[in-house]
């Protein structure tokens, strides 16, 4: 392979990629954390102050500071970012892009947006490229990149030096594989090295001669996005359990960011470590009596983590000793772990399994003695010369089949544990600050536990089914979605006017692939209820013009009242689970709309023990389990202060009084008249302790209202 160039400066590996693609440059960045931020800034200021050039950038969750959109919520955030965000700088063509001053010759094109963060923005609504994650890379080569950049980690210098795709091998490596395909088509390859990355081992360690340019200025060097653990509720709680309850024992596990993932994961803890408290709270939780389908011993076996993000929670699943399944790249070998044949522990039986189901052979080849070295089953060092074995000790036979020479080669040649296993495979990972220190500070061994890899082998079975389907035994894929219409369908990534709030991402695989495995459930979560414009609305509906699960792909659906097990029910029968997981507040309204069109018994009642799934039914059962500790409102800490959470939910407030102009009026009143002391330091914090402006004067009356 060629030997890579080196820049010092960014600058200088900007003119360098503008001399080798001409005016014309479309841009291939990786979703999240990968981007090279400061390069992509520099290509793009130059771009954007050229006419000449023309750039286009395809990507995905471009990430930027959190910024208010009330001059509170400003005053709130601004020391926030500084002091969680560090100096991570923000992409300029995001800038522009949510200002509505991107030039004319630079174009945007994601394929996951921010969720929500582009509703009303024509320009990023208009590039949107509507595609599944595991189409990414095909995509990107079909919109003709010409430039791949990615942010990288290092280890050694010189001839030493070691690259790491860290966070995002995912499009990375789908785009190069195609590539293989296209030998006469040029795509320049850069790597950025970010020192801030966790160095991640296995699929993510690469050559440098991967790369046709490798840029090591230190200004390329920056803290990461690091969003904070948000606040777990009662209803996030509640829905949890339930999906928590649905997890096998020795089973496969998928789960996504936010609170809800978090629910998940303490669900999942306290199920590990407090099996009897654990029964105790599903059985309040689900009306008296535990589901019979539900699981809810602690995790013996232990679960395999396959998820296209590896999110915080996952980290916390291992440290709990829950996500430990370790699966092997060699099928043969892992149906032996499967069938209970041989362990994790190397032993002489594991050599006879190994004989006599035909991985091995006697005489031992040279290629059986490489393959039982890298799997762990014989010690590094372990050779093979003219049909002998090489130890320390000397010369041995290779023949298994003779009772003195097997003795010998347990006695000098057999290792301790099986080695190459991974507990968990992810496509790219997204944290808090302590997520990613942890990552930094992991031990090899523990570390060498998580293979970052392709998303292309993540999301699908397509080119690696026989070891997926082994590997992938009684998987659960728990993703969110928005809404759930009455028959089954799932809409979570558009709304129905066509504009896009975030992506398909790799929900449409996880759960087609949870109907092509054997023992796997494709498990949809969502709150039963939403606040639009102060009005409690219901997520579940009768129909919605847009879907991105079809109905014919429903399988088990949870809100925080229960779970809907949909999967091969008549149209009649899905419509009498999904309403007895509904607020029941609207229960009524969607049977009747059923019954209208003829997909239910027109004498059909719902029971009455399911007319109590109400916020304050629900809030009864939880609420003591919040208290005693068990449900920690941030069950893995957070980046927020405590003078900083009370600030939080008078925001909060605010906020839903804005929604209305009575409540808003009603807010301003109680500020004016309100004698009840707010705390300076609170004032201060928000920059509102000595103002004499009569603007900041009204803000102070409203958050001393809502305090």
């Known amino acids: 392979m060629p030997h890579p160039d080196y820049f010092d400066s960014i600058e200088t590996a900007v003119d360098a990629v503008i001399t080798e693609t001409g005016n014309r440059i479309v841009l291939g960045i990786p979703l999240g954390i990968g981007k090279p931020n400061t390069f992509v800034n520099a290509l793009y200021q130059r771009v954007k102050d050229n006419p000449v050039l023309h750039l286009t950038i395809f990507t995905a969750l471009s990430l930027e500071r959190p910024q208010g959109h009330s001059e509170l919520e400003k005053r709130f955030l601004e020391p926030f970012a500084e002091r969680v965000f560090g100096d991570y700088p923000d992409l300029d063509y995001v800038i522009d892009l949510r200002n509505g001053s991107l030039p004319s010759n630079v174009e945007v094109c994601e394929f996951f947006l921010k969720t929500g963060e582009y509703l009303n923005n024509a320009n990023a609504q208009q590039h949107y490229v509507y595609s599944n994650y595991s189409h990414a890379a095909r995509d990107m080569l079909l919109n003709g990149v010409n430039v791949l950049a990615q942010a990288v980690a290092a280890q050694g210098e010189g001839d030493t030096l070691r690259l790491s795709l860290s966070s995002n091998p995912d499009v990375t490596l789908d785009a190069l594989d195609l590539l293989r395909a296209e030998p006469l088509r040029k795509v320049l390859t850069v790597a950025v090295i970010n020192d801030q990355l966790p160095y991640m081992p296995n699929d993510a360690e690469v050559d440098p001669a991967l790369f046709n340019f490798i840029v090591t200025d230190p200004k390329a060097t920056h803290d990461l996005f690091a969003p904070p653990n948000m606040k777990v509720t009662a209803q996030d709680y509640a829905i949890g359990v339930h999906a928590s309850s649905l997890v096998k024992d020795g089973g496969t596990l998928q789960i996504g960011i936010g609170s809800l993932g978090d629910a998940i994961c303490q669900a999942l803890i306290v199920r590990h470590q407090e099996p009897a408290r654990y029964n105790q709270l599903l059985c309040e939780l689900s009306g008296g009596t535990i589901p019979t389908t539900a699981e809810t011993g602690p995790f013996d076996l232990g679960l395999y983590g ?42 002489p039986v594991t050599l006879m399994a190994l004989l006599e189901a035909g991985l091995i052979q006697s005489p031992l080849t040279a290629a059986n003695v490489e393959w039982l070295v890298h799997f762990g089953i014989f010690r590094e060092g372990i050779g093979w010369r003219d049909g002998m074995i090489v130890c320390t000790h000397g010369l041995l036979s290779s023949r298994l089949d003779l009772p003195e020479a097997f003795d010998a080669l347990v006695e000098h040649c057999l290792g301790d544990r099986l080695k190459h296993g991974t507990a968990m495979h992810g496509g790219f990972f997204l944290g808090p600050r302590d997520f990613y220190q942890r990552l930094r500070d992991m031990p090899r061994e523990q570390l060498s536990k998580i293979c970052m890899s392709r998303i292309g082998y993540i999301n699908q079975l397509y080119g690696q089914e026989q070891i997926a389907r082994i590997q992938r035994r009684d998987a659960r894929f728990i993703n969110t979605t928005m809404m759930v219409t009455l028959l089954g369908a799932a809409v979570s990534d558009s709304l129905d006017s066509g504009q896009l709030v975030s992506g398909v991402g790799g929900q449409y695989n996880f759960v087609a692939m949870a109907h092509a495995l054997p023992g796997a459930r494709s498990i949809l979560m969502l709150r039963a209820t939403r606040l639009s414009k102060g009005e409690v609305r219901s997520n579940i509906v009768w129909n919605y013009a847009h879907t991105t699960i079809p109905r014919h792909l429903r399988d088990m659906v949870i809100t925080e009242y229960g779970v809907a097990d949909l999967r091969g029910r008549s149209d009649s029968e899905v419509i009498k689970r999904l309403l007895a ?12 709309a059923a019954k209208e069109n003829g997909k239910i018994e027109t004498n059909y009642q719902i029971p009455e023990e399911q007319r109590l799934n109400l916020p304050e039914v629900l809030e009864n059962r939880i609420s003591p389990w919040q208290h005693n500790g068990v449900l920690p409102d941030f069950p893995f800490g957070t980046d927020f202060t405590e003078d900083e959470l009370v600030i939080i939910r008078a925001l909060q407030r605010l906020k839903h009084a804005a929604d209305s102009p009575i409540s808003l009026a009603r807010s301003l009143f109680k500020g004016l008249f309100n004698d009840k002391p707010v705390p300076e330091r609170y004032l201060e914090r928000l920059g509102l302790d000595e103002t004499d402006d009569i603007k900041l004067g009204l803000l102070k009356r409203l958050f001393v209202g809502n305090f």
């Open 306 to 347: 396959c998820s296209e993000m590896l999110v915080n929670g996952f980290l916390h699943l291992m440290e709990a000793g829950i996500i430990k399944r370790e699966v092997f790249s060699d099928a043969p070998l892992q149906t032996l772990l499967d069938q209970g044949r041989i362990s994790l522990e190397v032993r």
């Open 581 to 592: 997981i509904t607020d029941s507040r609207f229960q009524d309204e969607l049977l009747a």
